[in-house]
């Protein structure tokens, strides 16, 4: 495997493609929401994809990223950071969806994934916002919904059990994760990557520190 493809793994593909395949233990013909479509987020699509998932709605404030969605699997997509945007989303589903993962590690994200999960349904939280942010929610509402939220760290990966996974994956064909590069860096353009990713442009970028 192409260590460029293998760096990818560590982080981004563990924690999006394992929120998918080991927290939500999504099962073929299944719905679900992805809120969020940077690295994790589009990593978690690819692996909706992979899961045979019926329905899966991409979630995100970045036109470009959704085409990329809509390109990669998605059936739906829904431009985010919108006053109507939850509404929109479940008018289309009747409801909202069953699972929705949050990937973006913001409390506007979160809100706008527990407003879309459906009666029953969960929210999956895999983005990570400073450790101080607080979230609110409707406390009735978790109990005559029976909605439940859940956290899932790293995709909740066993990396001995997992990594070997994603790379026979990626070897079939089945995880796609090189469409994830978005170029490679050198250590003197660090800044500006870091720059290019908080704009929300790539996806992930590989620094190659002797080129």
Request: net charge negative.
């Amino acid at each position: 495997m192409p260590l460029e493809d293998a760096a990818v793994i560590g982080c981004a593909v563990m924690t999006g493609a394992g929120a998918v395949l080991n927290t939500a233990a999504l099962e073929p013909g299944g719905e679900v929401a992805v809120v969020g479509l940077g690295g994790v987020g589009m990593n978690a699509l690819l692996a909706a994809v992979l899961s045979g998932a019926a329905r899966i709605v991409a979630v995100d404030t970045n036109p470009e990223k959704l085409r990329l969605a809509r390109e990669w699997g998605a059936t739906d997509t829904v431009l985010s950071g919108r006053p109507e945007t939850a509404a929109e989303v479940r008018e289309a589903t009747a409801g909202g969806l069953d699972v929705v993962i949050e990937t973006a590690g913001s409390i506007p994200a979160m809100e706008t994934a527990i407003a879309i999960t459906a009666r029953g349904g969960r929210t999956i939280s895999a983005g990570l916002p400073e450790a101080t942010r607080e979230l609110s929610c409707l406390h009735a509402a978790l109990v005559s919904d029976e909605r439940s939220i859940q956290g899932s760290y790293m995709g909740s990966c066993v990396p001995e059990r997992d990594v070997p996974r994603f790379v026979a994956l990626y070897k079939r064909g089945r995880l796609p994760i090189q469409l994830l590069r978005s170029g490679f860096i050198g250590l003197d353009e660090l800044n500006e990557g870091f720059d290019r990713l908080a704009e929300g442009g790539v996806l992930r970028q590989i620094m190659r520190p002797n080129a």
